[in-house]
């Protein structure tokens, strides 16, 4: 009976540990560090996927990681339910800052001269995202995915 119990005990706990293994070492998704950071909006993508199953907007961005100081020009790619709302529109015209829950998914990366900027000034909020496309036009821009539900307006400018 005690071997018995022991036996059961032990596979209880090899179960769960190999449970824990497969969730931290999923096929599914980039094992990758997920990092709170400051963003400042550069840009809008004029490409928005809209539909039932979900949103997708995709930003140019400036963001500080670690609140140290360390700026990097990024790409952020929002994924949200078709029933949430995107950033407010306003909130992009007036340089708002944002917190928010940013992980890295190098499958999005982009090339700089990749990424064309529209005729119009609609969508970009900050005149130096053209610059920067044009000078650093063969560096890697890196890609984040943003969990969307951990966005928050941080400073109004």
């Not at 596979?11 to 560090?33: G, M, N, Q």
């Not at 995107?86 to 992009?92: D, G, K, M, Q, S």
């Not at 499958?107 to 920067?132: E, H, L, M, Q, W």
């Amino acid at each position: 009976m005690k071997t018995t119990l022991i036996t059961a005990l032990a596979l209880v706990l090899l179960a769960a540990s190999t449970t824990s293994l497969a969730e931290k070492h999923s096929p599914f998704i980039e094992d990758a560090k997920t990092h709170t950071v400051r963003a400042s909006i550069l840009a809008l993508s004029t490409h928005v996927h809209q539909n039932w199953a979900g949103n997708n907007e995709v930003y140019l961005a400036d963001i500080e990681i670690g609140g140290k100081g360390n700026h990097e020009f990024v790409k952020l790619v929002d994924l949200y339910a078709g029933f949430s709302s995107p950033i407010r529109p306003t909130l992009h015209q007036n340089r708002t800052l944002f917190m928010m829950r940013i992980t890295p998914d190098t499958s999005c990366d982009t090339i700089a001269n990749k990424i064309f900027p529209p005729a119009t000034d609609t969508t970009i909020y900050d005149g130096s995202v053209r610059d920067t496309l044009n000078t650093h036009r063969d560096d890697l821009i890196p890609c984040y995915r943003i969990e969307h539900r951990s966005i928050k307006v941080i400073e109004k400018k």
